[in-house]
């Protein structure tokens, strides 16, 4: 069963940084590429990021270019978001997700493109 598991959001002032994880319960993470995704209230889900399964293939959504850095080690089975310079536009629920393909699709930032998701971890942003 393919099940992950967000960890990491939290209270943060403006310009303050946070790192998520996401990890699988049960599940090794090894071998697929990871999205992050956020989703404010009603709006739709957005794609922030996504990594290959090696590590070596990253793709960023312009937004948050230059100020958030995926990565993941597959010995630990763990992705981590590093977001830095924070702004409150980046508050949000965010989640990760996996179609359990190898590479970033084309379509990357695309929530219909994924069929497996965490339950969201909560990151907000404000003085």
């Known amino acids: 069963q393919v099940q992950l598991v967000e960890s990491g959001g939290g209270l943060v002032q403006p310009g303050g940084s946070l790192r998520l994880s996401c990890a699988g319960s049960?599940?090794?993470?090894?071998?697929?590429?990871i999205g992050w995704f956020r989703q404010v209230p009603g709006k739709e889900r957005e794609g922030v990021s996504c990594?290959?399964?090696?590590?070596?293939?990253?793709a960023y959504t312009d937004s948050v270019k230059g100020r958030f850095t995926i990565s993941r080690d597959n010995d630990k089975s763990t992705v981590t978001l590093q977001m830095n310079s924070l702004k409150p536009e980046d508050t949000a629920v965010y989640y990760c997700?996996?179609?359990?393909?190898?590479?970033?699709?084309?379509?990357?930032?695309?929530?219909?493109?994924?069929?497996?998701w965490g339950q969201g971890t909560q990151v907000t942003v404000s003085s």
């Open positions: 049960g599940f090794s993470l090894d071998g697929y590429s």
């Open positions: 997700a996996t179609d359990l393909g190898s590479q970033c699709r084309r379509r990357w930032m695309m929530p219909r493109e994924y069929e497996y």
């Open positions: 990594i290959n399964n090696s590590g070596t293939g990253t």
